[in-house]
């Protein structure tokens, strides 16, 4: 009878993961049950594409949902968000708020298949849109608070311009159902986060 052996390898002082990597972990967590439930909306109305009357305009904010979430995973990488420098449990707690309302956000870009009213996509939308931009609103805010926590004071600069900016076209969406309206909020909403996208460099 043969045991098999195996060579005993020595003990070696393993580093311990730090707050940023743990951070990181339960926030990629978070961030691609979002991705997932966004693209499976997308792959459930792409399925059914014979049958639905499309629209661009809620395809352009589930594009923007998308910039988004490439933008806080650029602000993670960098450092600048507070999730990832926090020093206690209060700041970490405050900090998942963003990924958190990121999903929700995510979640609710595109019009649940099911749901849609006559197949149409626009009429479906808009009936989803004030939960969805009020979403929208309170995680600008949230990245404002962020900004304030991991800076340590308020200073009034470009980005918190660009934020009241979003913010400023971002609430009346959720009261006014104009087609016009949503797209003018579209592009600049979406003019300013490709503008935020350019401005990060790898350090």
């Not at 970490?92 to 870009?109: D, K, N, R, S, T």
């Not at 626009?122 to 931009?133: G, Q």
């Not at 309206?181 to 592009?187: F, K, N, P, R, V």
């Amino acid at each position: 009878m043969v045991i098999a052996s195996y060579p005993v390898q020595p003990e070696t002082d393993a580093t311990p993961l730090d707050i940023r990597e743990h951070s990181i972990g339960l926030i990629s967590v978070i961030i691609g049950l979002g991705l997932a439930k966004l693209f499976s909306g997308f792959n459930r109305l792409m399925r059914r594409r014979q049958e639905i009357r499309w629209n661009a305009l809620p395809l352009a904010w589930a594009l923007i949902a998308l910039l988004l979430v490439n933008n806080y995973w650029w602000g993670l990488y960098l450092g600048e968000v507070t999730e990832t420098a926090a020093s206690n449990a209060d700041t970490f707690l405050l900090g998942l708020v963003l990924p958190i309302l990121l999903y929700l956000i995510c979640a609710a870009a595109l019009p649940d298949v099911h749901a849609l009213r006559g197949r149409n996509l626009l009429a479906a939308y808009f009936v989803e849109s004030r939960y969805f931009f009020i979403l929208i609103v309170l995680y600008i805010l949230a990245t404002a608070l962020d900004t304030v926590v991991h800076a340590g004071a308020f200073h009034w600069n470009k980005n918190m311009w660009l934020r009241l900016v979003i913010i400023g076209t971002c609430t009346p969406l959720i009261w006014i159902r104009r087609p016009w309206l949503h797209w003018c909020a579209t592009i600049v909403v979406m003019a300013i986060i490709a503008y935020a996208l350019f401005q990060m460099t790898l350090r």
